[in-house]
């Protein structure tokens, strides 16, 4: 059984529509990230579930029980937020207790569980400061201890690293991670950032404008997405055309690619850039396809190649940064069967397609 269950989820603000129609499914000790672009409805949607909004229309369940109408400090769900909020006036060590002591924890038991969860946070020893002392990352850990140390079932992060640095914010990553593995914890994260979504997560529940767009695993929303808004979310940059006959799909120049995929009739096409390979001679396989380096950006980790391939047709294609080409090099780029991906040109929905 799920631990928690939104059904129908449905929030209007002053008219508007923040969240539509909504239905998802978390299970017990998951890790799924509510990934879209910013006023998309994704922190509306974990303050319904912590009972900070009520919801217009919809429910929520927790463990197979209602909770719309168990006040927030009820519903055994902990909320960090994008900056921790601690409490000013109290120690490091008196905010990360502050839940237990509301639950009527004895004084003893809740200072022997803080300092050992600011342990796990890798704080020792900071019990004693105030907030003013803390760095941002510090902060966020002592948020997090002091949401962890109640045993919730259910822990909820709304935009959590957005504010720190990028050395900070994967060491942050890894520390949630490693805490989430240590406690079970069942983790909803609110995201507008897809590497962090992919990184951090089992599921991700992609939205856009208040609704669900798609909700698969990180591999299966990058390699497969419902459609060309999801794909380019993700970093999708190629599309391209295709006259599609069973497996055989041919190029507006002529050329003639293999896909795993059949379909019949007109399609959009879609491939990784760094799924394409580059060579400078031809290679005697399949969905080998002549074209011409008309751009070269160096990024430290990639080169970003462009390439023509026909009059109107260029696709990105990055590869390894020991891999260089001058700007006018002819090259042979291949394109992998089983990385072609597609789309109806009729429809944005998803198609049904059978993946061997």
């Not at 850990?141 to 690293?161: F, G, M, N, T």
């Not at 720190?164 to 060491?171: H, K, Q, T």
């Not at 079970?184 to 991700?204: F, K, N, P, W, Y």
């Not at 026909?310 to 006018?328: E, K, M, Y």
Request: proline fraction near 5%; include cysteine; hydrophobic fraction near 45%.
């Amino acid at each position: 059984m799920s631990q928690l269950v939104l059904q129908n989820l449905t929030k209007h603000f002053s008219g508007a529509t923040a969240v539509q129609d909504l239905w998802l499914e978390v299970q017990a000790g998951e890790i799924l990230a509510l990934l879209g672009p910013s006023g998309c409805g994704k922190s509306t949607i974990l303050q319904m579930i912590a009972g900070v909004l009520q919801p217009d229309r919809g429910t929520i369940a927790l463990d197979g029980k209602l909770i719309n109408r168990v006040p927030p400090e009820k519903r055994d769900i902990a909320l960090v937020l994008q900056r921790g909020l601690l409490f000013p006036h109290l120690t490091v060590g008196e905010n990360v207790a502050f839940g237990l002591k509301m639950r009527g924890i004895n004084r003893a038991e809740r200072e022997e569980k803080a300092i050992a969860m600011l342990h796990q946070v890798q704080l020792d020893g900071f019990g004693d400061r105030k907030p003013s002392a803390l760095s941002g990352g510090q902060a966020q850990r002592v948020a997090l201890a002091r949401s962890l140390v109640i045993r919730p079932k259910l822990l909820l992060l709304d935009e959590p690293l957005s504010a720190l640095d990028a050395n900070l914010r994967a060491e942050m990553q890894d520390l949630i991670l490693r805490l989430q593995t240590q406690t079970g914890v069942t983790l909803l994260i609110v995201t507008h950032d897809q590497a962090e979504a992919v990184v951090m997560s089992q599921r991700i529940a992609l939205m856009f404008n208040g609704r669900l767009r798609q909700v698969d695993s990180p591999e299966q929303i990058y390699q497969q997405p419902s459609d060309e808004t999801v794909a380019q979310f993700m970093g999708g940059v190629n599309f391209f055309a295709i006259q599609a006959q069973g497996q055989q799909w041919k190029l507006p120049n002529g050329l003639v690619l293999v896909s795993q995929h059949r379909h019949q009739g007109a399609i959009r096409a879609t491939i990784r850039p760094e799924q394409i390979q580059v060579f400078t001679e031809m290679r005697s396989q399949n969905n080998i396809i002549p074209a011409t380096v008309i751009a070269n950006r160096f990024t430290g980790t990639q080169r970003r190649l462009t390439l023509a391939i026909a009059a109107n047709l260029t696709l990105q294609a990055w590869v390894t940064p020991t891999q260089d080409f001058h700007v006018g090099q002819a090259v042979w780029a291949y394109l992998p069967p089983e990385n072609l991906w597609y789309f109806s040109q009729a429809s944005a929905l998803p198609q049904a397609v059978e993946v061997p």
